[in-house]
């Protein structure tokens, strides 16, 4: 399924702003251009002038498919905004998109922003813009979201773009991570019963999971996957690190608390930590996860050396792609939920979505939030979400029959968590954990001091973090 979609560059583009959180590479694509139609309201020459300047970094190419004739990077946001100016009667609008590569995203925005010349709105991953929240750069959207998107827009994903008390990135489209698992090494090792739907994201029980490890472990044929291990686990640095903060919420522990504190140190967040090293111990993982990146995980589990690995919607499409193409050997890819002892399925994303900088003009800030609730709700325009994973039921329902995994996705959402708590520091926050999870599995800390010592790094980044944010508990 998706198969256009999953031909198209979307890999540098949501992967980009997952590869702060997962395996995925920037893309170096810049293009820029400008929505100037002559085509606007009677009186238009009336109304006063407002340019405004919206960037972002590479998603998909063309307005609604990356087939269209010129099709480019900047293509929907130019067409968003001509539509957008023919119907607007507040001022004559110009819009300037510029697409900006992924690794050169930060650098731009800070520059511009100590010379105090931002841009008005950037569409992107919420992940990878937080920390401008917490700087006070960007100004909040709240009043612009209606009862209606609230209804059609998944509450999960609400959580995922509210800092404090308000909503500061409109979402539009998202990311989600699952488990990805090879059904056939399921069928080998005689699992066919928790085999699920090539069209499902399968939940299993803890218990199921654990079963499924021990019997890859001792039933898989040898002779047909050599050097083959159940699961992935890693911790070379902080990319994929978003699926070790959900192994660490598998038995009931909650994270963050009510004052955005690490709250990982009790008996739940223990337990889970002391699952993974059981995991590790037990050779129901790839040897050398200390030194193992997300990166190598993902090839190992193309090349059929793991049973069950990490994947988000890019990913899952790229390695179909792959098999298509004959890059990697084929078989029988399907999705899962991560599994936790409460039965609960752990769900996470990445939102993507625009966000209005605080730019201190009055005039460019209305309009900006005008334009980004005209795309961000126009019916024929929320479509274009097809390209990515749309997180409005309205959509994902209106192209089920030709991406069927929409409605699973859409069905997920309901299992989804936070995964950043939206705290102030969490960039930094993510440098403290894999250097204690590399000391767990190399032995050197015991599950318990590992976590213990997390949470004493963690909250000292966080609170230094705290003291400088606009945002409060």
Known sequence: MLKKRAMTVLTAALALSVAAGCSGANSNSNSAGSADSAGGTSGAGKKEKVELSLWLTPQWKGVMDATEDGADYDSFFLYAADKFKKQYDKYDVKVNVQVVAGDQRDELLNVNLNGGTPPDMFFESVFAMGDYVHRGALAPLTDIVDDAARKDIAQGYWDNVTFGKDVYFYPFAHNPGTLAYNADMF???????????????????????????????TKLPKDKYPNAYPMALYALNNQGDTWNLAYLRMFGNKFFDDKNNLAVDDADGIKAAEWLKKVYDSGYSNPGAESVSSNDANAMFQNQQLGISFTNAVLYNNAKADMKAGKSPSFD????????????????????????????????????????????????????????????????????????????????????????????????LRQVLYPELQAMYTGEKTPAQAIKDYQSKGNAVL???????VIKP
Do not use: C, H
């Not at 090792?189 to 399968?202: R, T, W």
């Not at 609170?463 to 944010?469: D, N, V």
């Open 333 to 428: 890819m399907r999705l899962a939920n991560i599994p936790s002892a409460s039965g609960k399925p752990l769900a996470f994303t990445y939102v993507v979505g625009t966000a209005l900088f605080n730019t201190g003009d009055k005039a460019r800030m209305e309009a900006s939030k005008d334009f980004i609730k005209f795309f961000s709700t126009d019916p024929e325009l929320v479509k274009a979400s097809k390209n990515s994973i749309p997180v409005r039921s309205s959509v994902a329902s209106e192209f089920a029959s030709q991406f069927p995994l929409f409605t699973a996705y859409d069905a997920n959402a309901a299992n989804m968590f936070s995964f950043t708590g939206n705290v102030a520091g969490y960039s930094e």
């Open 187 to 217: 069928r080998a090792a005689g699992l066919d019963s928790l085999v699920g739907g090539e069209n499902e994201i399968k939940t299993w029980t803890l218990n199921e999971y654990n079963r499924i490890l021990e019997t890859l472990k």
């Open 463 to 469: 609170q230094k973090a705290r003291e400088s944010s």
